[in-house]
T-cell receptor, first 118, second 114 residues
Framework: EAQVTQNPRYLITVTGKKLTVTCSQN?????MSWYRQDPGLGLRQIYY???????DKGDVPEGYKVSRKEKRNFPLILESPSPNQTSLYFC?????????????????FGPGTRLLVL | QKEVEQDPGPLSVPEGAIVSLNCTYS??????FMWYRQYSRKGPELLMY????GNKEDGRFTAQVDKSSKYISLFIRDSQPSDSATYLC??????????????FGQGTILTVHP
């Protein structure tokens, strides 16, 4: 089954304790992206990756790191989490970068990771 | 000022109503316009996408883009309870430093009651 998986789905942590949220896709997609979703702010793009070893900042990259060492994985790293990073995080992938979707079913979102930083 | 503004609602309509969802934007470089639907506790799914100005229809859904006014709309005809979700608009420019970036609106919460 074609899918994007994220782990963990729920996480409670404390300020300053490094954490990694994993994202993996099984569709051989070139493009992957991380978003955070907050009430009243919609989805905001954190980082995206056009391909292996190619990453770029989105609109809210501060406090986050990413790496793309293999095509299928795109982990999100919070080196020193702070309470303002409490949010719902989504990973997404597509064969081509937006806006070249080539079909409605061309983009896949993961199930989300709910993070609480105390 | 946010690049993309969307009325968060919430919007509550009776079954069968026509629903109009709207977004305005300020970045004239945006050329591609998308609508996503997000059910509770799920990731967004791409519903429709259009390029430049004009209309696009898909079943009960119609997307409209007016680039001169920097205004996009999604119309849902004969709305059903299963349409209850959060609807997010998103926009993108093609090429240059913006390639691969998506900018979303805040999302509108829609409830269609029987």
């Amino acid at each position: 089954e074609a899918q994007v998986t994220q782990n963990p789905r729920y996480l409670i942590t404390v300020t300053g304790k490094k954490l990694t949220v994993t994202c993996s896709q099984n569709m051989n997609h070139e493009y992957m992206s991380w978003y955070r979703q907050d009430p009243g702010l919609g989805l905001r793009q954190i980082y995206y990756s056009m391909n292996v070893e190619v990453t770029d900042k989105g609109d809210v990259p501060e406090g986050y790191k990413v790496s793309r060492k293999e095509k299928r994985n795109f982990p999100l790293i919070l080196e020193s989490p702070s309470p303002n990073q409490t949010s719902l995080y989504f990973c997404a992938s597509s064969l081509y970068p937006p806006p070249t979707f080539h079909g409605l079913r061309a983009q896949y979102f993961g199930p989300g990771t709910r993070l609480l930083v105390l | 000022q946010k690049e993309v503004e969307q009325d968060p609602g919430p919007l509550s309509v009776p079954e069968g109503a026509i629903v109009s969802l709207n977004c305005t934007y300020s970045n004239s470089a945006f050329q591609y316009f998308m609508w996503y639907r997000q059910y509770s506790r799920k990731g967004p799914e791409l519903l429709m996408y259009t390029y430049s100005s004009g209309n696009k229809e898909d079943g009960r859904f119609t997307a409209q883009v007016d680039k001169s006014s920097k205004y996009i709309s999604l119309f849902i005809r004969d709305s059903q309870p299963s349409d209850s979700a959060t609807y997010l608009c998103a926009m993108s420019a093609f090429g240059g430093t913006s390639y691969g970036k998506l900018t979303f609106g805040q999302g509108t919460i829609l409830t269609v009651h029987p």
